[in-house]
Nanobody, 126 residues
Framework: QLQLVESGGGLVQPGGSLRLSCAAT????????LAWFRQAPGKEREGISC????????DYADSVKGRFTISRDDGKNTVYLQMNSLSPEDTATYYC???????????????????WGKGTLVTVSS
């Protein structure tokens, strides 16, 4: 079965850190660019980061730039999102997604994604 499974979400205090993981089963991530999205309560889903399949080139939304780091380990078939300096505004369900493409560029266009995880909830609160 082809799927992406996120983990690592939870409750964290403002200023804290979390690392999200997204593991693929049934297919290899090597031929995919990968992206993280999030959806806060009452808001639309937004793309926040992506990493290319070639050379691991990354991109970030302004809202997370300098605080979040995306990385990939193709040997473990997993993509990560390290989140630092979290604030309540980061509270959301976080989704990973994969786009079948072998390229130096990546995208956070929802319509480009071939596979989606079911999400993991991150709550930032004191």
């Amino acid at each position: 079965q082809l799927q992406l499974v996120e983990s690592g979400g939870g409750l964290v205090q403002p200023g804290g850190s979390l690392r999200l993981s997204c593991a693929a089963t049934g297919f290899t991530l090597r031929y995919y660019s990968l992206a993280w999205f999030r959806q806060a309560p009452g808001k639309e889903r937004e793309g926040i980061s992506c990493i290319s399949s070639r050379d691991g080139i990354t991109d970030y939304a302004d809202s997370v730039k300098g605080r979040f780091t995306i990385s990939r380990d193709d040997g473990k078939n997993t993509v990560y999102l390290q989140m630092n300096s979290l604030s309540p505004e980061d509270t959301a369900t976080y989704y990973c997604a994969a786009e079948r493409t072998i390229d130096y560029h990546c995208s956070t266009s929802e319509s480009s994604m071939n596979y989606w995880g079911k999400g993991t909830l991150v709550t930032v609160s004191s």
